[in-house]
C-alpha cells in the first residue's frame, strides 16, 4: 500500500522559490514513476515534473511551463520527492500533488493510482 504525504507548500513573491517534499511509504519496487501535478480553480490538473526510477537509472520529465525553472529530485535513502521551484510565476498558484506508481512508463498523464493529499502554493 503506497502512502505519499506532501510538504512545504505555502506562500512565495515572484520571482522567489519554495521547495516542495513528497514522503513516500510502500513503494518497494526499483523500477516506479513518481510524481508532481498540480491543480488551480477551475482548471485541469496539470502534470508538472516526473521522477522515473527503472533499477539503478533514473531520468526525468518536465512541463513545457516549468521547464527550466522547477527541478525534480529523490532522497533515495529517505524516500523523499522533491519539487524546487524557482523563479515562481503567478501562474503557478495551485494544488500541487505528488503521485506514484510502481511501474515504467512514466509520463504527465494524471493516470496514477496513488496520490497525496496536496500543498498549496500561492504566488503573488
Known amino acids: 500500500h503506497v502512502q505519499l504525504v506532501e510538504s512545504g507548500g505555502g506562500s512565495a513573491q515572484v520571482g522567489g522559490s519554495l521547495r516542495l517534499s513528497c514522503t513516500a511509504s510502500g513503494l518497494s519496487s526499483s523500477s516506479y514513476c513518481m510524481a508532481w501535478f498540480r491543480q488551480a480553480p477551475g482548471k485541469e490538473r496539470e502534470g508538472v515534473a516526473v521522477?522515473?526510477?527503472?533499477?539503478?537509472?533514473?531520468?526525468?520529465l518536465y512541463a513545457d511551463s516549468v521547464e527550466g525553472r522547477f527541478t525534480v529530485s529523490k532522497d533515495h535513502a529517505k524516500n523523499i520527492l522533491y519539487l524546487q521551484m524557482n523563479s515562481l510565476k503567478p501562474e503557478d498558484t495551485a494544488m500541487y500533488y505528488c503521485a506514484a506508481d510502481p511501474r515504467v512508463g512514466c509520463s504527465l498523464q494524471p493516470y496514477y493510482n496513488n496520490w497525496g493529499q496536496g500543498t498549496q502554493v500561492t504566488v503573488s
Open positions: 521522477f522515473a526510477s527503472i533499477g539503478t537509472d533514473s531520468s526525468t
